[in-house]
C-alpha cells in the first residue's frame, strides 16, 4: 500500500481502555492509528505493549486545551494530510451526588468531554474532507438515561449527543459523516474508579444481557460506523449496551 493510499485513524485518549481497543482494531484493518493521550505513564505503558509494531503514532495532548489540540494536529497533518476517521474517546467521569460536585468538578468533566470533542473535531475537520472521513464521538449510557452521581458526566455526555447532531448536518454538506456510540458499562480503568461494588451489582440486574460490555464489542461499533458499510449512516447514536436503553420501565420486578 502506497502512502496515497494509506488509511488512517486518530484516536483520543487512547492509552488504555476503550480507545486503547479502537486504534488497535483500526490498526488491524490495515489503517495507521494516531493515538493522542495526556497522561505521560499511560502512554508509555502504551507505547511498551505495542513495542516494535509499525503502523502507529503516538501524541501527548490534553485534548481540552486548545493550544495543544491545534498544534498536534498541525504536525499531525504535516505527516499524513488525510484523515478517514477521528474517533473522539478521551473522557473523565467524576461521580459524585449533586451537591458535592464543585464548579471545578463540573468544569474539568465538560472541558474533557465536551470541549475536547469539539475541539479535536474542528482541528481535524479539513484533513477529514480530504480523506472523504467519518467521526464517531464516544458518548454513553449515561447520557441517554440520567442517574445520581453523574450530574456532570451524564450531561455532558448528552451534551456530546446534540453535537454529534450538529457535525453530521453541518459536516454532511462537506461529505464527512459523525455519529455517536453510547456504551454501556465495560469494564476498564474509568469503571473500577467510578463503579462501586453496589452499582455493579445493580447494572447486572438492570441490563437484559445481565452483564459488562467488553472493549472489543465497543470498539466494533465504532468501526461499523467508519467503514464503508455505513456510508449512509450520519447523525446517529447508537447504544451499545446489552439493552440497557431498551429496557425503559425495566423493574426487576417484572423481569420474567
Ligand atoms: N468504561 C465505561 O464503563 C464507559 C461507559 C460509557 C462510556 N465510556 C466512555 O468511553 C471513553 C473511554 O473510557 P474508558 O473506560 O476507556 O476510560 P479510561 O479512563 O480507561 O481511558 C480514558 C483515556 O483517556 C485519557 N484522557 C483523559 N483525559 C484526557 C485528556 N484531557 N486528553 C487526552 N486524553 C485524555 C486517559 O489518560 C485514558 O488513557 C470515555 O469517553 C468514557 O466516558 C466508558
Avoid at 484523515?83 to 468538578?105: M, S
Avoid at 481535524?124 to 472521513?133: E, I, M, P, T
Avoid at 450531561?155 to 450538529?166: D, E, R, V
Amino acid at each position: 500500500m502506497n502512502d496515497k493510499n494509506l488509511k488512517v485513524a486518530v484516536v483520543t485518549g487512547a492509552a488504555r481502555g476503550i480507545g486503547f481497543e479502537i486504534a488497535q482494531r483500526f490498526h488491524s484493518e490495515g489503517y495507521h492509528a494516531i493515538i493522542i493521550d495526556n497522561d505521560y505513564t499511560t502512554m508509555e505503558d502504551c507505547q511498551n505493549r505495542l513495542k516494535g509494531k509499525n503502523g502507529y503514532s503516538y501524541f501527548l495532548c490534553d485534548v481540552s486545551n486548545p493550544e495543544q489540540v491545534k498544534s498536534t494536529f498541525e504536525k499531525i497533518t504535516e505527516q499524513f494530510p488525510a484523515i478517514h476517521a477521528l474517533v473522539n474517546n478521551a473522557g473523565i467521569a467524576i461521580f459524585k451526588p449533586a451537591e458535592e460536585v464543585t464548579f471545578e468538578d463540573w468544569t474539568a468533566v465538560m472541558n474533557v468531554n465536551l470541549n475536547g470533542t469539539f475541539l479535536c473535531s474542528q482541528a481535524s475537520l479539513s484533513a477529514l474532507v480530504l480523506g472523504k472521513g467519518s467521526i464517531v464521538n464516544i458518548a454513553s449510557i449515561s447520557g441517554v438515561r440520567a442517574s445520581t452521581l453523574r450530574i456532570a458526566y451524564g450531561t455532558s455526555k448528552a451534551a456530546i449527543m446534540h453535537l454529534t447532531k450538529q457535525q453530521a448536518v453541518e459536516y454532511g454538506n462537506k461529505g464527512v459523516r459523525a455519529n455517536a456510540v453510547a456504551p454501556g458499562p465495560v469494564e476498564t480503568e474509568m469503571a473500577k474508579l467510578v463503579h462501586s461494588a453496589d452499582i455493579r451489582t445493580s447494572y447486572a440486574d438492570a441490563i437484559p444481557l445481565a452483564r459488562y460490555g467488553s472493549t472489543e464489542e465497543i470498539s466494533n461499533m465504532v468501526y461499523f460506523l467508519c467503514s464503508p458499510q455505513a456510508s449512509y449512516i450520519n447523525g446517529q447514536i447508537i447504544a451499545a449496551d446489552g439493552g440497557f436503553d431498551a429496557a425503559g420501565v425495566g423493574l426487576p420486578s417484572l423481569r420474567v
